[in-house]
């Protein structure tokens, strides 16, 4: 008789540990630089933990309703109007989820039906696929060129059928900066138009945007808006990743669905601090500053590396840097950045895990959502090699 765990069949026999969980626990074990992982080593703001603090002693401590506080709800639907001048119902369309991650993975489990195909564009960030495959979707990947991450729209065309259910894009991207512009939006739209397509809207990095481009919300869009599922993430936005806070905002019909599963998903998410970020959210320079701020700190950053065996060009929003090492090493990207973590003590994270089939194109992302003094450690560190 075959053993029990001989006989268990995985439901995701190929996904391995995710790149994160590899890289920042080598990262602490090397005891190196942490520019792996996307988060911050820097607090989020004290106003904002000690209105944590206050909700949970006024007894915030017990469920929150199931799609979120009313409030909290309430001003996205504000700063949705004022940033993008559309409307959305804080009562039907604006759902808050324990981060992104859990948007992505309730509006996947909503609608991809088995045999469903959903178009991504690779490099993807990592959730996307097997979140798809758990449902019994089909992934079509459509790998980006890596000088310029460009979307061919007549590409994507030839690739839509009667099966494509939905349609994922991720602006600022992560792992490469790439900004979809406004005529990516309208040939996407013209696209999608008289189609009963999906789109799931990954925009986390809305407010991480360089250089004076403007985040081409999918809200903008009629057309797109109409069939779209924007997802959001506090921990992006207020420096507070292990908070595990976000939103989805969808039409109502949409979110209907969305709410079906995640009231069976997570109930509802963290009470107190949702309190708390419906009082932060009523100052907008808490995130209208944000692009500044981390504009800044990639500045810092390649005018710090200019000198080194690195090539790059600049990152146009989120708070990642890829760095071309094709001039240092021939060696896979993964093996590097394991021997850089090992040997000179810094992490990054190797682009061909997020690639089709693992394509190597010899880039690591680096995370400069960091204190200027850790950048210059790191900058010196990638200057010697
Ligand atoms: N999408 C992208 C593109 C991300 O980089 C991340 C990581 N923050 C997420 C979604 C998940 O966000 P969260 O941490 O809020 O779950
Ligand atoms: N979004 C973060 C990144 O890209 C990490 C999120 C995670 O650890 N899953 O690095």
Same mark, same amino acid.
């Given at each position: ?17 995710? %790149? ?15 520019? /792996? ?33 009313? /409030? ?22 604006? &759902? ?25 564009? +690779? ?45 994922? %894009? ?11 512009? +406004? ?11 008289? &189609? ?36 959001? /993430? ?5 420096? !507070? ?28 998410? !963290? ?52 760095? !071309?090492?094709? +001039? ?16 000179? +003590? ?5 682009? /061909? ?7 190597? &194109? ?24």
């Amino acid at each position: 008789m075959p053993s029990f765990q001989n006989s268990f069949q995985s439901k995701l026999p190929k996904i391995p540990t995710s %790149i994160f969980a590899i890289m920042s626990g080598l990262a602490t074990k090397e005891n190196a630089l942490n520019l /792996s992982q996307g988060f911050p080593n820097f607090e989020s703001d004290s106003k904002l933990i000690e209105m944590v603090n206050v909700a949970m002693k006024n007894g915030k401590n017990q469920y929150a309703p199931m799609p979120g506080i009313f /409030s909290l709800r309430k001003i996205i639907a504000e700063k949705m109007e004022s940033l993008y001048g559309v409307s959305y119902n804080p009562d039907t369309e604006i &759902t808050i989820t324990a981060g992104a991650t859990q948007a992505i993975f309730t509006t996947i489990a909503a609608t991809v039906k088995k045999d469903d195909e959903v178009l991504i564009f +690779k490099p993807a960030y990592d959730c996307y696929e097997p979140t798809i495959a758990l449902f019994g979707g089909k992934t079509i990947a459509v790998q980006l060129n890596p000088e310029d991450f460009k979307i061919d729209w007549k590409e994507v065309k030839k690739l839509i059928n009667n099966k494509t259910r939905m349609i994922i %894009i991720n602006s600022p991207h992560n792992p490469s900066g790439r900004v979809l512009s +406004k005529n990516d939006m309208l040939q996407l739209e013209a696209l999608l138009k008289n &189609t009963n397509i999906l789109l799931l809207s990954d925009e986390v990095y809305e407010h991480i945007i360089f250089d004076g481009e403007k985040h081409q919300s999918a809200a903008l869009f009629p057309a797109l808006a109409e069939r779209t599922f924007i997802m959001a /993430s506090f921990g992006k936005t207020f420096h !507070n990743t292990g908070w595990k806070m976000g939103y989805c905002i969808a039409p109502a019909e949409l979110t209907k669905e969305f709410r079906k599963v995640h009231q069976f998903n997570v109930f509802s998410v !963290n009470h107190p601090t949702q309190v708390a970020l419906a009082e932060y959210l009523k100052t907008p320079s808490n995130y209208l500053e944000l692009g500044k701020f981390y504009q800044e700190k990639r500045d810092l950053f390649l005018s710090l590396i200019k000198g080194s065996r690195f090539e790059f060009t600049p990152s146009k929003g989120t708070y990642f840097q890829l760095l !071309n090492f094709k +001039k240092i090493t021939i060696e896979s990207d993964v093996d590097f950045a394991i021997r850089l973590t090992k040997e000179q +003590k810094i992490a990054g994270i190797p682009i /061909s895990v997020f690639n089709e089939n693992n394509y190597d &194109t010899k880039v690591l992302r680096f995370c400069f959502a960091k204190t200027n003094e850790t950048l210059k450690k790191a900058a010196e560190i990638l200057c010697n090699i």
